[in-house]
């Protein structure tokens, strides 16, 4: 998705995050660096970080020490209002009990550059449009989204997200619920937005083919971070999430690709 009034892509760059919860360090110390049009993917084991670490980028969550910057500027200390027109976030607690029609729930994508019950502006209502059509949801555009399925659902968030045209787009695991090929249509369009993208995936192999790097995480730590041919070894695959895995190229892009074993190796920690 681009058009002419949309926002420049942002640096994003967490420094040394900190969050406990009843004495326990979910975060201990976090740093990463997110270069402004970059897609950087975080991975790890169940536990490890990744959902807090986006939480405390869109202040869901605020961190016990450190602090979240956006071009140099405290996203914290920001109004609000005006980090919600920065920041667009695709979470996993993404849910509504109100049955909005899809057209709808995309338009919410507009509300943080609107003053009350402002109308959108003909540019705004074609950019809904083309998020439904980026997103393969356009067919859906009148039906309520507590009929559509988990898959469809996903990708009317994904097109509100779009929508609110962020400098930096936080995705949590957005290929839940997603059939192959909208996984692979989603992380494309990734590709092509002109952002930058800080994504939670699991499945190494698709963090492989979209991330421009990865950082990988493991006791609310950053264990490494640097392109996907760098990062994604057999020995960092067993270390950190105890799978004994041999590390192929894909034979059209080149990227990494992991091909597991069926039985896993040491668990981490129990050696």
């Not at 980026?134 to 996903?154: K, N, W």
């Not at 962020?166 to 494309?188: C, F, G, K, M, Y």
């Amino acid at each position: 998705m681009s058009t002419s009034n949309a926002k420049a892509p942002a640096a994003l760059r967490l420094d040394r995050l900190r969050v406990e919860i009843d004495g326990h360090a979910l975060l201990a110390g976090l740093s990463l660096d997110v270069a402004a049009g970059q897609v950087v993917g975080l991975v790890g084991p169940n536990g490890s970080g990744k959902s807090t670490a986006l939480r405390c980028v869109y202040r869901a969550l605020r961190p016990t020490t450190g602090t979240v910057r956006l071009d140099e500027r405290d996203l914290g200390a920001l109004p609000r209002r005006d980090a919600a027109r920065r920041v667009a976030a695709l979470t996993q607690e993404n849910g509504s009990e109100l049955d909005f029609t899809v057209r709808e729930v995309v338009a919410l994508g507009r509300a943080p550059h609107l003053r009350g019950n402002q109308a959108l502006s003909r540019r705004e209502r074609e950019l809904c449009e083309r998020a439904m059509a980026d997103l393969d949801v356009t067919h859906l555009a009148d039906r309520g989204v507590l009929t559509l399925s988990g898959g469809e659902r996903q990708r009317v968030l994904a097109a509100r997200a779009l929508t609110q045209e962020p400098a930096v787009l936080l995705l949590d695991e957005p290929t839940n619920h997603l059939d192959l090929r909208h996984q692979i249509e989603l992380l494309s369009l990734l590709r092509r937005t002109p952002t930058t993208v800080l994504v939670v995936l699991h499945d190494l192999n698709l963090a492989a083919a979209v991330c421009d790097r990865i950082g990988v995480l493991a006791g609310g730590r950053l264990v490494t971070a640097g392109p996907p041919e760098r990062v994604l070894t057999a020995e960092l695959v067993r270390d950190v999430f105890g799978v004994t895995a041999t590390v192929v190229p894909h034979p059209l892009t080149g990227a990494p690709q992991l091909l597991y074993a069926l039985s896993p190796s040491t668990p981490p920690g129990d050696a």
